[in-house]
């Protein structure tokens, strides 16, 4: 299990970057395969409108895993910097109270998502004939919301620790297991759109359960009782890297419930062609994601070692590879982009042109400004390596602003095609607070360490 780790205190950062995120990137594949997976199955078997009402859940589901997901990135950056010092102790500290934290803010979310559901829905103006569904999916995938805590969190660890092949074998597992559950419960035993949600639960348990599996073979992470000891600050210390983190995922996922609402005036066949390009969104974020856990722990695990031109020199690498690959992902949507999404949409030859008439319209958009998005990522996640989430916060308030204000106001001027603006706009308007805002962590981070005694070099 050791040889899976990898120590980003030494070697060529370029090749460092891209071999922890290649990894990721592979099991990002396989996650986004089962989400796809997941809508091809819902909106070829059971019709535009279950499509639709995968739409309308979509924002308060990504909700509820966006604010998990910031907590346990926020708690995973300490521990890259523990694992970066060498001081196993530490780590096992963190991992340790991270786990029970985990816990209670998992059960809080289950209570606050069941509680909310409906009434938000309803709010969303959801349209009468897709609300039952929509409101099924999500007290099913709410209940799961600890399984998915979980996995998210032993991912985190491995991938503190440098090992993005762990993560990349599970993710692959779980799709499987998804696929052949989505087709088992919807097409076989007919749950309809239920029978999705309960495949996509069930194969995070999985790839949770083997993740844990391989967790439980470091040596360094055998925890003990003392380890999950809630004291001398520690608490108060991750919830300061991790709320933030949560809270600027919850801020842009409401930002995305307005644009929801909006989406939702414009009828069921608009609501149907606007998901099935949001349900390629992962596809499109798939190697940004990933570069930018790869930035977290290669910033983390540095700025621990005290190697401050060592992070330098990975944000620049890690730009040019996002912008090339942007680039690259950009020109296979804009070719196959009609083609993948068919594969989405059903019903009437009418409906069907129509629907994909949107569908592409939108994707074109999005897929012309990826370059915006990717630098996003990179940005975002050396700053959170470097320890401050309060920034990234900042910039997810700029996303809320500048998704809420586009979806509101340009669809007077431009009719439904101007909500198509809200998302790379929302990107822009983040990228103005992170890019000088990583500069000027970047001058703190090494004033801090030269005040210390350290170069700040290498």
Same mark, same amino acid.
């Given at each position: ?17 891209? %071999? ?11 996650? +986004?395969? $089962? %989400? ?16 639709? /009402? ?18 346990? #990135? ?5 521990? &890259? ?29 289950? /209570? ?12 969303? +103006? ?7 569904? &929509? ?15 979980? $996995? ?15 993560? !990349? ?25 239920? *029978? ?29 009782? #003392? ?45 149907? *062609?606007? %998901?099935?390009?949001?349900?390629? $969104? ?30 330098? +020199? ?7 590879? /996002? ?23 059903? *019903?009437?030859?009418? #409906?069907?042109? #129509?629907?994909?008439?949107?569908? $592409?319209?939108?994707? %074109?958009?999005?897929? !012309? ?48 095609? *101007? ?40």
């Amino acid at each position: 299990m050791a040889s899976h780790m990898k120590n980003m205190t030494v070697g060529k950062p370029l090749g460092l970057i891209l %071999t922890f995120a290649l990894p990721l990137m592979v099991g990002n594949v396989f996650q +986004q395969l $089962y %989400t796809v997976v997941d809508t091809m199955v819902v909106g070829k078997a059971l019709g535009v409108g279950a499509l639709a /009402a995968l739409g309308a859940a979509d924002w308060m589901n990504w909700m509820m895993l966006g604010i998990v997901q910031g907590f346990t #990135q926020g708690f995973a950056i300490p521990m &890259a910097q523990e694992f970066g010092r060498g001081d196993h102790g530490a780590l096992r500290r963190i991992v340790g109270c991270s786990v029970l934290l985990s816990l209670f803010f998992s059960l809080g979310l289950l /209570a606050v998502g069941q509680a909310i559901a409906r009434p938000v829905l309803l709010m969303l +103006q959801t349209p009468g004939e897709i609300l039952g569904d &929509a409101l099924l999916y999500l007290r099913v995938m709410y209940f799961g919301i600890p399984i998915v805590t979980a $996995y998210n969190l032993l991912a985190s660890v491995l991938r503190s620790l440098g090992d993005g092949r762990t993560p !990349l074998l599970a993710m692959i597992v779980a799709s499987v297991t998804n696929i052949s559950l989505d087709l088992l419960f919807v097409l076989v035993f007919h749950w309809g759109i239920a *029978g999705a949600a309960a495949a996509t639960l069930i194969a995070q348990l999985v790839s949770g359960l083997f993740c844990l599996y391989h967790v439980g073979k470091i040596k360094m992470l055998a925890l003990s009782r #003392q380890d999950f000891a809630l004291k001398n600050g520690l608490p108060r210390q991750l919830l300061l890297l991790g709320a933030p983190m949560a809270v600027q995922n919850a801020i842009i996922s409401v930002g995305g419930m307005i644009v929801q609402a909006v989406v939702n005036g414009f009828g069921v066949l608009f609501i149907a *062609g606007f %998901t099935a390009t949001n349900k390629l $969104y992962g596809v499109l974020e798939i190697a940004a994601t990933s570069y930018g856990y790869a930035m977290i722990t290669y910033v983390g695990q540095n700025l621990g070692a005290g190697k401050m031109g060592r992070i330098r +020199q990975g944000v620049r690498s890690a730009t040019l590879i /996002a912008l090339v690959t942007s680039a690259v992902i950009a020109v296979v949507m804009l070719l196959a982009g009609k083609w993948i999404l068919s594969c989405f949409i059903s *019903g009437t030859p009418e #409906q069907f042109d #129509q629907t994909l008439q949107i569908a $592409y319209h939108y994707l %074109t958009i999005m897929s !012309l400004c990826l370059p915006v998005l990717y630098i996003l990522h990179v940005s975002r996640s050396a700053i959170q390596g470097m320890g401050n989430t309060m920034l990234p916060l900042v910039s997810g308030i700029a996303e809320f602003v500048m998704r809420t204000l586009t979806a509101l106001l340009l669809p007077m001027f431009m009719g439904a095609n *101007g909500i198509f603006f809200a998302e790379v706009i929302a990107w822009a308007g983040a990228d103005v607070i992170l890019i000088p805002s990583y500069f000027i962590m970047l001058g703190r981070v090494r004033q801090r360490l030269c005040i210390g005694g350290e170069t700040g070099e290498e």
